[in-house]
């Protein structure tokens, strides 16, 4: 992507504090002022574990969350406070396909109802959306013959692509897929993967891929994201963040990771992190990395790094005091 | 090393659940074993039996028909009284899940958890079994473990109660680990750690371990042996090397190059194994695999009529299984992948 197109969607110290359970805990604050663009046609991975804000922050962006604080600009306009009428139109634009294909329709749904539900929302006619419906599920793979249909009829991947059918209906420019094949077999992934970077090809989507499974991320997007407790550590160019990954966090995350080698695996070197992730709602002080982190020093635990350049024309970002790629 | 007799010895084992829908043989005819000190990865897919198999080597498998042997340092398991399997179980063999919330108790602190195990196992004090639990769970690696004892499970995080999972399973000192998915809840950093714990507690007792799981990489990384699973039966065995480097079967050869890699420059599109894993209620007359399978699409229609119509049988050779008509013989072949 040239970085003089305007961004299709810019997202600025988006935040997102939920209150304590019953008044009583302390809020917790899952999103804690990240930033970030999606160009059109671009795709963004979203990856970090579980609890560290990444589906809150898809879920913000085709506001099913308002933020409690930033901004969210989709196409140049401020779409962070509006109401649920002035987000109607643009339901279109912003579609979402979730983890768990199952458990996303409505089982007492046909097919065609799942599909076409969007177009009739949007004020399409019977007729006409049902002939739309027959045409989606040619392009996500699916046979147009089985459109009476019921959701149990189907496989997990087949699933998928209805899933997938229903988020495309209205035309969407950015869809945010929220872990989208990491419920499915593994031998069924490889299809709904490919299945995505054709639509986005041919129709010209953007995405926003939020995923914990950094190998099919690294496959599919232009650029990636790392989040830890709510907030960006690292984002920029793919290949610069997995090829000379320079926040720790992100250095452990990919050294972690199994690699389906064990030639490879017997001679890596890994990071073994200490501890678990913290909770959001009892963050640490200073970088919140810092309890788990080998490079942390004095300044680590009192003053949070901002997310920055560490070169002139790097392609990428970091939040961290002490950045490196080397070990 | 090769010569020493396994502790654990599956020999066409086959497990059946009655259903409404008639009979569902979710295991068939399966062999392996496992010796001390080594860990076998079972790899499979939603309904491939790897989970059924691990429950029936525990006993586990009620309400379902289980024929075939299970041995274990020597002891027939199958047909075994309830009551001498529960001796063994927890003792000899233990096994972890993939979601330790919903193995532990959740009215009783883990310290009482794991004390009661080996109270029941040694019949020890309650004040020395105590003693064990806190031992046990400093060495899984949980900081301050006599406080911690004292907790509930839900005070504890995922990585932590998969710890507590282990405590417990190796608190009697079984020489069989059974683990069925143990990291998949888990985050990879997480994960990672979980991996080293179970590896340096293998070491340390010369524990056998079934690793069953989905992860090639998690396979990659533990077992020095794997058993790959295809609707209920093995489609192939091999030493690790082996099966990575030159599969034999069509089935390992998809899923290996179906898998987006971290270590792969090229972007090109995966190579996506076409349809989905077979429904065990409608089992195909032949190889499972042959509806999916290109090597039997790409076939003369004899041989592919033979795919649909035949149960190929395990071949050996080499220290090698497979059960494939059109195996990928060569180990050009098999690098070259299918066409």
């Known amino acids: 992507m040239t970085p003089t197109a305007a961004p299709l969607l810019s997202v600025r110290d988006a935040t997102m504090t939920f209150p304590g359970r019953r008044g009583r805990a302390a809020p917790v604050r899952a999103v804690d002022g990240v930033s970030f663009d999606i160009a059109p046609g671009e795709t963004l991975g979203l990856v970090g574990e579980s609890g560290c804000g990444k589906s809150t922050t898809g879920r913000m962006i085709v506001r099913l969350l308002e933020p409690t604080a930033g901004s969210i600009t989709y196409d140049g306009r401020d779409i962070s406070r509006l109401g649920r009428r002035a987000l109607k139109p643009l339901r279109r634009e912003l579609q979402m396909v979730f983890q768990d294909p199952h458990s996303s329709l409505n089982p007492r749904q046909t097919v065609a109802r799942i599909i076409a539900d969007p177009l009739l929302v949007q004020g399409s006619s019977q007729a006409e959306a049902r002939r739309r419906a027959v045409e989606l599920m040619e392009l996500v793979g699916l046979i147009p013959e089985h459109i009476d249909r019921y959701p149990h009829e189907f496989s997990g991947g087949q699933a998928q692509r209805i899933g997938i059918a229903r988020a495309l209906a209205t035309g969407p420019r950015l869809v945010v897929a929220d872990e989208p094949v990491s419920a499915l077999d593994v031998s069924v992934q490889a299809q709904i993967v490919n299945l995505m970077e054709r639509l986005r090809r041919e129709l010209g989507l953007a995405y926003l891929f939020i995923a914990h499974d950094l190998s099919v991320v690294k496959r599919v997007c232009d650029r990636v994201a790392v989040m830890y407790l709510g907030r960006i550590v690292e984002i920029g160019a793919k290949e610069r963040v997995y090829a000379a990954p320079a926040h720790p966090y992100t250095r452990a995350l990919l050294s972690a990771v199994p690699l389906p080698d064990p030639a490879a695996e017997r001679a890596r070197e890994r990071i073994t992190l200490a501890g678990d992730p913290p909770s959001p709602a009892a963050p640490p002080p200073g970088c919140t990395f810092h309890p788990r982190c080998p490079r942390a020093q004095a300044v680590c635990r009192t003053e949070a790094p901002l997310l920055r350049i560490t070169a002139p024309g790097e392609a990428r970002e970091v939040a961290c005091h002490f950045p490196g790629t080397a070990a | ?339």
């Open chain 2, 1 to 339: 090393m090769a010569d020493e007799a396994p502790l654990l010895s599956v020999r066409d084992l086959t497990v059946t659940f009655r259903t409404g829908r008639g009979p569902v043989r979710a295991v068939d005819s399966l062999d392996f074993s496992v010796r001390r000190g080594q860990t076998l990865g079972i790899v499979g897919e939603s309904g491939s039996g790897k989970s059924v198999t691990s429950m029936a080597v525990m006993g586990l498998h009620t309400g379902a028909e289980v024929t075939g042997s299970i041995t274990l340092a020597g002891q027939e398991l199958t047909g075994l009284a309830e009551g001498e399997l529960n001796r063994l179980r927890g003792r000899r063999m233990a096994m972890i899940f993939q979601d330790p919330l919903s193995s532990l108790h959740p009215y009783y602190t883990v310290g009482e958890q794991i004390a009661e195990h080996h109270r029941v196992h040694f019949g020890s004090r309650r004040a020395a079994a105590r003693r064990r639990a806190v031992e046990m769970l400093g060495e899984v690696g949980i900081p301050e473990p006599a406080r911690r004892a004292g907790e509930y499970p839900h005070q504890f995080s995922g990585g932590m109660r998969q710890r507590v999972m282990i405590a417990m399973a190796l608190a009697c000192e079984p020489d069989l680990l059974i683990a069925d998915e143990p990291t998949t809840a888990l985050d990879v950093t997480v994960q990672a750690q979980i991996l080293e714990l179970i590896a340096r507690l293998q070491q340390d007792r010369g524990l056998a371990v079934v690793m069953i799981t989905h992860d090639l990489g998690v396979i990659a990384r533990v077992a020095q042996e794997v058993l790959v699973m295809y609707g209920g039966r093995a489609a192939e065995q091999a030493p690790v090397d082996a099966l990575f480097a030159t599969p034999a079967h069509p089935y390992t050869r998809g899923l290996l190059d179906s898998l987006p890699r971290l270590d792969d420059a090229d972007d090109a599109p995966l190579r996506a194994i076409p349809g989905s894993p077979p429904s065990l209620l409608t089992p195909a007359p032949g190889c499972a695999f042959a509806p999916r399978c290109p090597r039997a699409a790409a076939a003369a229609p004899a041989e592919r009529e033979r795919c649909a119509r035949e149960r190929p049988g395990p071949t050996t050779a080499g220290g090698r299984l497979v059960a494939c008509h059109l195996p990928l013989h060569t180990p050009a072949e098999a690098r070259k992948g299918t066409p």
